[in-house]
């Protein structure tokens, strides 16, 4: 596609219950980022995937968190059991190969507000 | 690791005035350096980035940011802003360790251009 697309663009959910939140990168690109944005706060790293694999999952914060990519395309963030401290926006980011001069693409995120 | 502080939370400035966002950061690595620009309502968008070469790289819309490795700097300025600079300014880095490095971001800086 043209641009990094996510769903859906807004969640509200129930504390407790299990979310998941869907990326589409850019035709092509075969790294796949993983950020979250609390209020007030700046970008956090959750996850980086080459292809299907992910060599730095580092940042996602508990066993809650989850994701996959498949056919190094589509990935899906998982949260299980959702908990307050969980609402924030959950951006998706691609880059043609991964290396560090690589532009890395931003979609517009997921708002999830966690009730 | 890498870590990046960005020195001012919030800068309001009036219309055709300059502007200096102040950016520093730290690492044991070399790196590349990023300034990502969210406008609202929007996704990030990425302003310019330095890879090497002239210490100096502009963007399009006139915004300028020099990498100053003695003082680990890299600096956003604009001599003349708008009303439709408004917007939140992340500055990032990114490791050149071999093999793919997460960007690691600051927490942005609100930059308000009043008339």
């Known amino acids: 596609g043209a641009g990094v697309s996510q769903s859906p663009s807004n969640k509200v959910t129930e504390k407790g219950k299990d979310v998941e939140l869907r990326c589409d990168p850019i035709?092509?690109?075969?790294?796949l980022y993983w950020y979250r944005q609390r209020l007030g706060q700046g970008l956090e790293f959750l996850i980086y995937?080459?292809?299907?694999?992910?060599?730095?999952k580092s940042g996602l914060p508990s066993d809650r968190f989850s994701a996959e990519r498949t056919g190094e395309s589509v990935s899906t963030l998982t949260i299980q059991r959702t908990q307050q401290e969980d609402s924030a926006v959950y951006l998706c980011?691609?880059?043609?190969?991964?290396?560090?001069?690589?532009?890395?693409?931003f979609g517009e995120g997921s708002w999830l507000t966690v009730v | 690791a890498q870590s990046v502080t960005q020195l001012d939370s919030q800068v309001p400035v009036f219309e055709e005035a300059p502007v200096e966002l102040r950016c520093n950061y730290s690492?044991?690595?070399?790196?590349?350096l990023f300034w990502y620009v969210q406008y609202p309502n929007q996704g990030l968008q990425l302003l310019l980035k330095?890879?090497?070469?002239?210490?100096l790289v502009e963007s399009i819309n006139g915004f300028e940011a020099e990498f100053n490795k003695s003082q680990t700097s890299f600096h956003l300025r604009k001599p003349s802003v708008h009303i439709s600079d408004t917007a939140e300014y992340f500055c990032?880095?990114?490791?050149?360790?071999?093999?793919?490095?997460?960007?690691?971001f600051g927490k942005g800086t609100k930059l308000t251009v009043n008339p």
């Open positions: 995937f080459q292809g299907n694999s992910a060599p730095d």
């Open positions: 980011a691609s880059s043609l190969m991964g290396l560090s001069g690589d532009t890395i693409y």
């Open positions: 330095y890879l090497s070469g002239s210490t």
């Open positions: 035709s092509g690109h075969t790294a």
């Open positions: 990032a880095v990114r490791g050149l360790r071999g093999g793919s490095e997460k960007l690691v």
């Open positions: 690492s044991s690595v070399s790196v590349y």
